[in-house]
């Protein structure tokens, strides 16, 4: 079984530029999650979606930050302009609905110089 | 708001040895899950353990075992006869049982990065 699938692995860019991160959940997983990983701490969750539905973006910047799934798969993590306080690891989860395991992608580095 | 503790930044283990990483958590809520995930070096998390808050029995997952104190709110890791390959961050995680919204997110401790020593 093929597991979370994100790109790109690693991204420098300097500040005020954009950036883009894509994950592929596990087929099957209507409940995606991005996740942001700041170097010394535990992820924070920036958004969940149910198929294409936003269940929590509570915590997602969103002057900043915006992200869709707009056919209930893949999706994708935008951050415009980008601040030095955006690198981190983000890391996209999935899981199927109600069941408590996600399953984590290998994660896209981002370096804001 | 719940949060998740893991004091000990970094600990080493002889290898065949056992190690106990050490996690406490706070939150008002009854019936919720708590996990333990481990972080190889550039490699993506997994699932070690998990532990639902109404069973009293402490999980255990081959070598890896918790010891679950509910009214201490305590969720400790004992991993037994450890190996190289348990180098890794372990993270501590919460998630309420039920959100009425729909909303299952993590809440993670800051981590133990543990080192298998040879």
């Known amino acids: 079984e093929a597991g979370v699938a994100q790109s790109p692995r690693y991204k420098i860019i300097e500040k005020r530029q954009s950036v883009a991160f894509w994950c592929n959940p596990i087929?099957?997983?209507?409940?995606l999650y991005w996740y942001q990983q700041i170097l010394g701490q535990g992820p924070k969750l920036l958004i969940q979606f149910q198929n294409n539905g936003v269940v929590d973006d509570s915590q997602l910047p969103k002057d900043r930050f915006s992200a869709e799934r707009l056919k209930g798969v893949d999706s994708t993590l935008k951050i415009q302009p980008a601040k030095l306080e955006d690198s981190a690891v983000y890391l996209c989860?999935?899981?199927?609905?109600?069941?408590?395991?996600?399953?984590f992608g290998p994660g896209t580095r981002l370096t804001v110089l | 708001a719940q949060t998740v503790t893991q004091s000990q930044p970094e600990m080493s283990v002889q290898e065949a040895e056992t190690v106990t990483l050490s996690c406490t958590y706070d939150t008002s809520e009854n019936n919720y899950y708590l996990f333990w995930y481990k972080q190889p070096p550039s490699r993506q998390m997994i699932l070690v353990i998990r532990?639902?808050?109404?069973?009293?029995q402490n999980a255990t997952e081959n070598r890896f075992s918790v010891n679950f104190q509910k009214a201490a709110k305590s969720f400790s890791l004992k991993i037994s006869d450890s190996q190289l390959g348990d180098t890794a961050m372990y993270f501590c995680a919460f998630m309420n049982s039920y959100s009425g919204a729909g909303s299952y997110q993590l809440t993670f401790g800051k981590g133990t990065k543990l080192s298998v020593i040879p």
């Open positions: 989860a999935s899981s199927f609905p109600l069941v408590r395991e996600q399953f």
């Open positions: 532990q639902e808050a109404y069973k009293q």
């Open positions: 087929s099957g997983h209507a409940t």
